[in-house]
């Protein structure tokens, strides 16, 4: 199975800033990844596909990069509704497997 | 529009067996490239990918699981339906169901809000 290893698990940022997630794979996944926003209480919300395709509806500041084992999800100017969980999930194999998670907290 | 509702018991007693029905309205699982899958939550925890049936009746399963779960699918009621057995307070968790939209992308377009299943005597 392909471990999915993200980076930070959690994060302190500001209003206005610039965040970075990374996303790591334990092998090569191509472009097979996806990114999810998650509210508490909430489920999970396709942001991005196929490592940089926008998800209809997703704003522009959400964007992704990479491929082959290592991919970031970046976030250009952090606004409040952005406060969530975010996880990484590669579709190239079977089974499918998810990051553990990244906080983005409010400083 | 596309929408998912999980339904099942909250609560379920250790070894027995969690029968959850998801239900579906705006997609049809007959067609082509379409799948629904299960994904669940432990409190506070990371998502766990467990099993997706797609249009064609293909089923998968997560390996560590298998030996426990079962999908199924009703094309004319809109419902797709997961069994897990023995049920053990580890499996405590929300339970998830989504709409995965093309064969070879089992990435989840379409959440359902999620149904907690405790698991305790």
């Known amino acids: 199975a392909i471990r999915m290893t993200q980076s930070p698990s959690s994060l302190s940022a500001s209003t206005g800033d610039r965040v970075t997630i990374t996303c790591r794979a334990s092998q090569g996944i191509s472009s097979y990844l996806a990114w999810y926003q998650q509210k508490p209480g909430k489920a999970p919300k396709l942001l991005i596909y196929a490592a940089s395709t926008l998800q209809s509806g997703v704003p522009s500041r959400f964007s992704g990069s990479g491929s082959g084992t290592d991919f970031t999800l970046t976030i250009s100017c952090l606004q409040s509704e952005d406060f969530a969980t975010y996880y990484c999930?590669?579709?190239?194999?079977?089974?499918?497997?998810f990051g553990q998670g990244t906080k983005v907290e409010i400083k | 529009q596309i929408t998912l509702k999980e339904s099942g018991p909250t609560l379920v007693k250790p070894t027995q067996t969690l029968t959850l029905t998801c239900t579906f309205s705006?997609?049809?699982?007959?067609?082509?490239?379409?799948?629904v899958g299960w994904i669940r939550q432990p409190p506070g925890k990371a998502l766990e990918w467990l099993a997706l049936i797609y249009w064609d009746d293909d089923k998968r399963y997560s390996p560590s699981l298998k030996s426990r779960l079962t999908i199924t699918k009703d094309t004319s009621k809109n419902q797709v339906v997961l069994t897990m057995t023995n049920m053990d307070p580890v499996d405590t968790a929300t339970y998830y169901c989504?709409?995965?939209?093309?064969?070879?992308?089992?990435?989840?377009?379409?959440w359902g809000q999620g149904t907690l299943v405790t698991v305790s005597s």
């Open positions: 999930q590669q579709y190239y194999s079977y089974p499918p497997s």
């Open positions: 989504a709409q995965s939209r093309d064969y070879g992308d089992s990435y989840f377009d379409y």
């Open positions: 705006g997609f049809s699982l007959s067609t082509s490239g379409v799948g």
